[in-house]
């Protein structure tokens, strides 16, 4: 069984930065891929980043490019998400989500919701 838990959400202001963790994803092998994803009130929950565990392979929306970084931290086993220069649009409630990512992960289909089973209960995060 596996069970995703997030942690370091918190309220920031505008260009701080700030590190989301997400723990439970060490059990996972290397065919599987871990993702970041957020939603906000009425929006749909949108991908953020993610990571291939085979070759460590990552994607970012366009939104969040260059001033987040999704990694894995073999030392804490979490799979985490460094992110600089906050803007008030970041806030949002983020998730750790992962998926057997063999065949479909890709440039286009990296945040296709649909494929990704486990998933965590999300971390607050709000920038003002």
């Known amino acids: 069984h596996v069970q995703l838990v997030e942690s370091g959400g918190r309220s920031v202001h505008a260009g701080d930065s700030l590190t989301l963790s997400c723990f439970g994803v060490?059990?996972?092998?290397?065919?599987?891929?871990l993702s970041w994803f957020r939603q906000t009130p009425g929006k749909e929950r949108e991908g953020v980043a993610a990571l291939y565990r085979g070759n460590g392979i990552t994607y970012y929306s366009d939104s969040v490019k260059g001033r987040f970084t999704i990694s894995q931290n073999r030392a804490k086993g979490t799979l985490d998400l460094q992110m600089n220069s906050l803007k008030p649009e970041d806030t949002a409630t983020y998730y750790c989500?992962?998926?057997?990512?063999?065949?479909?992960?890709?440039?286009?289909?990296?945040?296709?919701?649909?494929?990704?089973?486990?998933w965590g209960q999300g971390t607050q995060v709000t920038v003002s």
């Open positions: 060490e059990s996972l092998n290397t065919d599987y891929s």
């Open positions: 989500a992962a998926a057997l990512g063999v065949g479909w992960f890709g440039p286009t289909t990296w945040d296709s919701k649909a494929r990704y089973y486990y």
